[in-house]
């Protein structure tokens, strides 16, 4: 079936170096795409998003790619901070599904110093 | 701005009891609100779509009868866990959806987690 889902599980990633999370997507309906921030014991947090007509959204400190072509999402974390440490999940809502959002497995983030 | 809002922030119960998560959306109004489960180290699993002024959706495999949604208000959603067993121990989260202009964009509750005993 049509599916969210991570390359890597953990990443681990020296402090002040850049991040990169990878997620792949399947569903080709899918016109929306939002990466969150999860701490332990918390609820998500959003992080940024982007629509299916736009290849690169910047934020702060964060920029979102999208490849249509190849189905691919990958969130950049610039200058990686320890309170950048938590789960990072990408969602995709496709197209009139009434905002419902697939969530992929996640990828778990390690801040080393 | 934002803000959703989870109460209780955690609960313990006995098996046989009902529990009652309340879900609300602090800053602005929500017309769709939704309920999802999370086991450890688990990604997030939609259970309901929450509508102000109507019946939930729940998604296939979850009992409506076991999991109660009422939406009462714009920002107000509620969730009861019904006849609680220990299998039914989990974090519990919401999401109230936020529309502006062409972005619908989901903003999460800090979750509920429930132990049953």
């Known amino acids: 079936g049509e599916s969210v889902g991570l390359h890597l599980p953990t990443l681990s990633v020296q402090e002040g170096d850049n991040s990169i999370i990878n997620c792949a997507y399947s569903n080709s309906a899918s016109d929306y795409f939002i990466w969150y921030k999860q701490e332990s014991g918390k609820g998500p947090q959003f992080i940024i998003d982007i629509r299916s007509n736009m290849d690169k959204r910047q934020g702060q400190r964060v920029t979102v790619l999208l490849n249509k072509t190849v189905k691919h999402l990958s969130l950049q974390i610039a200058a990686t901070q320890p309170g950048d440490s938590a789960v990072y999940f990408c969602?995709?809502?496709?197209?009139?599904?009434?905002?419902?959002?697939?969530f992929g497995a996640g990828t778990q983030v390690v801040v080393t110093p | 701005g934002a803000v959703v809002s989870q109460h209780p922030s955690r609960v313990i119960c006995k098996s046989g009891t009902s529990v009652k998560i309340e879900c609300r959306s602090l800053d602005f109004q929500a017309t769709t609100m939704f309920w999802y489960r999370q086991f450890p180290k688990k990604s997030l699993m939609l259970m309901a779509t929450s509508n102000e002024g109507s019946k939930a959706t729940y998604e296939q495999g979850v009992e409506k009868d076991k999991f109660l949604i009422n939406h009462a208000s714009l920002t107000l959603s509620t969730l009861t866990v019904t006849s609680a067993h220990p299998e039914d121990s989990s974090f519990y989260i919401c999401s109230a959806r936020l529309s502006s202009g062409i972005r619908e964009t989901q903003y999460f509750g800090p979750g509920t987690r429930l132990l049953v005993l």
């Open positions: 969602a995709e809502n496709e197209e009139n599904s009434w905002g419902k959002l697939q």
